[in-house]
Each structure stands twice: as structure tokens, then as C-alpha cells.
């Protein structure tokens, strides 16, 4: 039986009709987990769910099938079983479920290679779990280990660099501008999916004032409030503003605000050189318009203005793409941190083996003994030492009797968290570890 | 003691261009931008023991020409930028900076060397109390414009890669804008006050010494008028015209460029 399993749906294996049928919400996750650890069938257990993948870690007790078991109580919750065959799953054991782990919490995974949002939900996951009681010595250790792998990739390689999606790329040039958002205000022209998901990632990343301009003033009204109350005003309540105004009032308006998103379906320029030009100008300090619309409703002309930072969709287009290369080529370095680190968790793994904990322990007491009787051996006669050389062997042997049964003991029936917690008190105690990392090879 | 200088002279430059590889390294390479290195912080203080091992050596100010203010002036940037590293915790600006401190002693150490543990022929002038009060504050104004010449070439760098839509390692490298345009407006706002005061003082200099008007003498009060007036439009194009970051730069940078100008001039006539 393997020590550690994962299994799993992800965007890889299943369309997301299959996907959203076994998407748990955070409340349903911590009802499957209690579920889980009220029974005996896994020791441990993480489960982590986002809009991409299902998965549950967990370490096995018993033989019954894990899939069969987990589905159970996935329909518990939700009331109704997911309509997911068998085949639709993966499942991978011990090393391959740590290297598994590692290259999710290092996005790469990920259906957006580098995206940022993944280790953020890992560690949600992990808190999950924590409350619900269902990790111990392994999960707990693996879990972090995944945390700090995800870390490093992200730091040492280009993996998350740049901007993935035409919204982050808004963000992405508003941040070469501005060294904070912090203040500043948007202006939102028309609507549409994207213009609307740039205007809020500008907010989530801190601009905490929005104008909705549209050309029917209670379609802007209501567009306002509700992006608002949707980023703004769940972050920084109190610093909160958003207002709206008709398309005819954008001269004077633009004077006050430092980002532009527009998106109208007008079929021509709503700002013009013309209404724009002498404001723009005149006004104190840089504006940074994105214009997501085609055909495209900014007068190329205002990009002339020094202080005016214009864009289009194409520049945006070319920014993501770029990006995405930048990471594509960063995948082997990040491929090769994570088999470096599943490397070691196996060897920290291997470690916590009851067989080389007892030798080490072994080891350290006849290391303690030899120290002594050559610093104090001197004192006595040759007969005399051999006697103390017996005596203190026996009586290593004597205080080493009992915590090496128990060892020998969990190494053939404990489960392997109850096993890895004992040895890893173990070796605390012993401070085997540093033992260990004295010796050779 | 003079081994000890001329072991000193001509390691400097060295060590500095080992931290502008370093620096280098973290600008292009993307490594490390938010550690701050301790090696700077050595070869600052490395720095300083020779400049004042070599005070004590030939018993003045190692300021008397352009060779020694220069010198003193790759001390001050480096040690201004270290402050700053150390407060902003970002290194992403500093391989354009050190790279002046190393020009900077790399001419020094060049011109001194096989004279660096003599004193320079001194002119009574040069070490009298005028120019003690003319040279601290001409220090300040050398430091802090080369300063504003380095973050506003950066922010014209940065501005035009975004204007011109270029997304290349400026784009991914330098801190935004609204960072590189202030430091560089107030390294030029400190620049020109303490150039002013150099400026005003200049005159009680002649004093000191035999009031000869060299050609030195008056190609530094050529060029030195020219950048004063140059940084002088800036600041009152900014203040009453609301000049634009942009104008602000280029003058920053086309400041620094005669300041340079003015100190070349000025140790080739020395």
C-alpha cells in the first residue's frame, strides 16, 4: 500500500461540465474533510478544489478503494453523486504524488503556466484541513515543502513574471507608471467581459476610486455598483467611491482620473482630439488609457500628448504573448527545481524510516560512550576499563531497549503518520538530524 | 604607507567593477533585486580608509584637483546609493549608478597613478577657509546632479519604452515612473542649491589665493554659470510652467553632461 496518494480531476482530464459537478465550495470542502475524519479509512487527508482541479491527498489506512470512497462523500455534501467515470481520474502514489503536489503549488500545472492565484489556494486548502484535523506528521510536512517549492520557482525562474490575461497586463503597465495604485482613479468607457475584468483587476491591485461612463446613464449606474461592491468596496469600504456618468460628460471628467479602460461598441472615437487634447495637456501628471474596443474608440492622436500613455488591444495582445514565451521557455528550470526538491522529500522521507533511526540512534549512544570512556578510561586500569566498557554498554543498551521496541513496533503495524510522528519526536530529542547531516556521504 | 596607496589606487576601480558586475548581474539576470549586498557597504568603507589614510599621507584634503575630486566624488555616489538601497530595499537602479562611481575612480586612480602618496602641487588658494566652504557644498552638487543626470536618463529611458510601446528588459527592469521622476527632481532641486552656494563663495576663493584669473579659473566659471542657468530654467519651468517630468529629465541628463564638462575641463587645465 502506498504511503501517500493523490487523485484527482484537473482542466487536463475532464471538461469543465464534468469539473464544476465536483467543485467544492470552502464550506463543502470543510463538510467532505469532517466527513473524512470521522471514519478510518485515511489517516490524513487535503483537499484542494478550484475552478481547475478537484484533488484529494491523502495517506491510506486501509485497502478500501480511496476513488469510490471520496466520491461518497463528495455526494454526500453536494446531495447528488457527480456524474464522473472512473476513467476521468488520476491517481499517483508516494514520489509521484509529492512531485504532483510540488508542480501544483509551482503553477505549473496550472491551466495559465506561472499564475499566481494557485499557491494562494494550496495554503487555503492547507488551513482547511488543519481546522478540519485531518493532517498530521506527513501532509503537514509535505504541504510546507510544497509551499516553499512553490516560492522558489517563483523566484528563481520567470515561470509567474508579466502579465497572463489582457486584464493583468492592464495592471502590469499601470504598475510601470504609477509605483502605487493606491489612490487613483479609474474611468471605465462602455462595457464588455474584458474592459470589465481590467477595471477590476485595477481595483483588486488597490486604485480604490471608479467612474462608469456609458452611454445610457442607469446601465452605468448600475455597473458602477456593482463592480464596487464587488472589489472596492469588499477591500477598502470606507475608501470606497464609485459613480457614474453619461458618455457626454468624459471631458470633464478625465481631468480627475489616472487610468482609462474603454470598451464601447460606438464604431468610432469617443475621445477625440478635439473634446480631449487642451485637457489632457493641461492636466498634472501621467493617464494611462487602454483601449480594448474595435474598432478603437481613442484618437491615436492623444498618444502624442506626453503625459498620455495610450494603448490598444493589440499592444495589450502582444504584451500577454510575449509574456506567456517568457514563461514557456522558464517551464525546464522549474521543472528541474521541483525534481530537485522531490529528491530530497524523499530522502527526509527515507529517513523517517524506523530502520535508520534506529541505527542512528544505535550509533549516537556508542558515539556518547566511546567520548567518555576515552576521556575518563585514562583514569582506571586495563581491567578496570574493559569493566567499564561493559557496564556502559549495557546500560546504553538498557535505556535504548525500550524506545527501539517501540520503534520496531510501529514500523510493522502503525499507520504511517502515527510512525512518522514518533520518529521524527524521536529524533528531536536526539537531535538525530544533525547527527546525520554531520556524517559522511 | 606609499606601497599601501598604490596597492589602494589601483584596487578601487577594481572592486568597483566588481560590484558593477554584480549589479549587472541583477539588472539583466533578474537575480536578486530586493537583497541588499554587503559588498557595497565594503567597498564604501574600503573607500574611505584609503581616501583618509591618503589625507593623512600627504596632510590635506585629497580635494585640490579634479583627479582627487573625482576620487571623492565615486565615494559619494556609491555612499548616497547605498543609503538609498538600504531604505528602498531595491537594487534594480544601482548598475547605472555604479557605474559612474567606477568611472569616476577609475579616472581618478588612472591620472594619480605612480603619484598617488605625493601631494599635488597645491595652490595657496586651495587650502584656505573659502575653499573649504566652496568645496563641501561643489561636493554636494557633483554628488546629487549626477544623481538627477543617472534617474533622469532612466526615467527618459523608461518613458520613451513605454511611449514607443517596448516591452524589452527596461520594461521589465526599471521601477516605475512616478519613482525615477522624483528622485531625479529632487537630487536636482539639492544640486542646485548646493551649487549656488559654490557658486556664491567662488568669488571670496580668489581671495584666498593670488586672484589670478587662470584659464581654469575661467572655464570653470564658464561652464559652471552655463549648468547653473541650465538647472535654473528647470526648476522655474517646473514651478511656474508645470513642466512635465519628461522636460525635467532631459535637462537633469543635459545638466549632468555639462557638469562633467566643466569638471574635465577643469582637470585638464590643472
Known amino acids: 500500500m502506498a504511503e501517500l496518494s493523490v487523485i484527482g480531476i484537473s482542466h487536463q482530464t475532464a471538461p469543465v461540465e464534468v469539473r464544476e459537478g465536483l467543485a467544492l465550495a470552502s464550506d463543502e470542502a470543510a463538510r467532505v474533510l469532517a466527513g473524512i475524519r470521522a471514519e478510518n479509512v485515511f489517516d490524513e487527508a487535503l483537499l484542494l478544489s478550484t475552478c481547475n482541479r478537484t484533488e484529494v491527498y491523502f495517506v491510506p489506512r486501509t485497502e478500501a478503494d480511496p476513488l469510490a470512497y471520496f466520491l461518497d462523500h463528495v455526494a454526500r455534501v453536494k446531495g447528488v453523486r457527480p456524474a464522473a467515470g472512473a476513467d476521468i481520474f488520476y491517481r499517483r502514489d508516494d514520489a509521484d504524488a509529492v512531485r504532483h503536489l510540488f508542480r501544483v503549488a509551482a503553477s505549473l500545472e496550472s491551466q495559465i503556466v506561472g499564475e499566481h492565484e494557485i499557491l494562494g489556494q494550496v495554503k487555503d486548502a492547507y488551513h482547511l484541513a488543519v481546522e478540519a484535523r485531518t493532517t498530521s506528521a506527513l501532509l503537514n510536512k509535505l504541504t510546507h515543502w510544497a509551499f516553499r517549492v512553490g516560492k522558489r520557482v517563483r523566484t528563481e525562474t520567470d515561470l509567474g513574471a508579466g502579465s497572463a490575461s489582457v486584464a493583468a497586463a492592464a495592471v502590469d503597465l499601470a504598475r510601470h507608471i504609477f509605483s502605487s495604485l493606491e489612490g487613483k482613479t479609474v474611468l471605465l468607457v462602455g462595457a464588455g467581459q474584458t474592459a470589465e475584468a481590467a477595471a477590476r483587476a485595477l481595483l483588486a491591485s488597490g486604485a480604490d476610486h471608479l467612474i462608469v461612463a456609458n452611454r445610457t446613464l442607469h446601465r452605468a449606474q448600475q455597473l458602477a455598483y456593482d463592480l464596487a461592491h464587488e472589489t472596492i468596496g469588499r477591500a477598502a469600504t470606507e475608501r470606497a467611491a464609485a459613480e457614474a456618468v453619461g458618455l457626454d460628460a468624459i471631458p470633464e471628467t478625465i481631468a480627475k482620473v489616472d487610468l482609462v479602460i474603454t470598451s464601447t461598441a460606438a464604431g468610432q472615437a469617443v475621445l477625440t482630439w478635439p473634446d480631449l487634447a487642451e485637457v489632457l495637456r493641461t492636466r498634472r501628471g501621467a493617464v494611462l488609457i487602454i483601449d480594448i474596443a474595435v474598432p478603437r474608440d481613442v484618437d491615436a492622436r492623444l498618444g502624442s500628448l506626453d503625459n498620455v500613455y495610450l494603448y490598444n488591444i493589440d499592444d495589450l495582445d502582444r504584451l500577454v504573448r510575449r509574456n506567456l514565451e517568457r514563461r514557456r521557455q522558464d517551464i525546464p528550470k522549474a521543472e528541474a527545481i521541483v525534481e530537485y526538491e522531490v529528491g530530497r522529500f524523499g530522502r527526509w522521507l527515507a529517513s523517517r524510516q524506523a530502520a535508520p533511526t534506529i541505527r542512528l540512534l544505535q550509533q549516537h549512544l556508542a558515539t556518547i560512550q566511546k567520548k567518555h570512556i576515552d576521556r575518563y578510561g585514562k583514569q582506571f586500569s586495563q581491567a578496570d576499563r574493559t569493566q567499564l566498557e561493559q557496564f556502559t554498554q549495557a546500560m546504553c543498551k538498557q535505556i535504548l531497549h525500550t524506545p527501539l521496541a517501540l520503534l520496531k513496533e510501529l514500523s510493522a503495524d502503525a499507520a504511517p503518520s502515527e510512525r512518522l510522528a514518533a520518529v521524527d519526536l524521536v529524533r528531536r530529542l536526539f537531535d538525530l538530524d544533525a547527527l546525520e547531516d554531520e556524517q559522511p556521504g | ?270
Open chain 2, 1 to 270: 604607507m606609499a606601497d599601501l596607496l598604490a596597492i589602494g589606487n589601483w584596487l578601487l576601480p577594481l572592486l568597483y567593477l566588481v560590484l558593477l558586475v554584480d549589479y549587472g548581474a541583477t539588472f539583466f539576470l533578474r537575480m536578486r533585486t530586493d537583497a541588499r549586498s554587503p559588498w557595497l557597504l565594503v567597498v564604501v568603507a574600503a573607500h574611505l580608509a584609503f581616501l583618509v589614510l591618503r589625507g593623512v599621507h600627504i596632510g590635506y584634503l585629497p580635494v585640490t584637483n579634479a583627479w582627487e575630486t573625482a576620487s571623492v566624488l565615486a565615494l559619494a555616489t556609491a555612499g548616497v546609493y547605498a543609503w538609498v538601497e538600504l531604505a528602498s530595499r531595491d537594487r534594480r537602479t544601482g548598475v547605472f549608478v555604479l557605474l559612474l562611481a567606477f568611472l569616476f575612480q577609475y579616472t581618478s586612480s588612472m591620472l594619480l597613478a605612480g603619484r598617488v602618496a605625493e601631494p599635488s602641487e597645491v595652490s595657496p588658494g586651495a587650502v584656505g577657509m573659502w575653499a573649504r566652504l566652496h568645496v563641501v557644498p561643489a561636493l554636494v552638487a557633483y554628488t546629487a546632479l549626477a544623481f538627477a543626470g543617472v534617474y533622469g536618463l532612466l526615467y527618459l529611458l523608461e518613458h520613451r519604452g513605454l511611449r514607443r510601446h517596448r516591452f524589452g528588459v527596461l520594461f521589465d527592469r526599471l521601477p516605475p515612473l512616478d519613482v525615477l521622476g522624483p528622485m531625479a527632481w529632487h537630487a536636482l532641486l539639492t544640486g542646485f542649491v548646493a551649487m549656488t552656494v559654490a557658486i556664491a563663495v567662488a568669488p571670496l576663493l580668489l581671495g584666498d589665493g593670488d586672484g589670478e584669473m587662470t584659464a581654469k579659473v575661467i572655464s570653470k566659471i564658464i561652464a559652471g554659470s552655463v549648468a547653473w542657468v541650465v538647472y535654473a530654467v528647470a526648476i522655474l519651468g517646473r514651478w511656474l510652467g508645470k513642466w512635465p517630468a519628461s522636460r525635467i529629465s532631459t535637462i537633469a541628463v543635459a545638466g549632468f553632461i555639462v557638469v562633467m564638462a566643466l569638471l574635465t575641463v577643469s582637470g585638464l587645465l590643472s
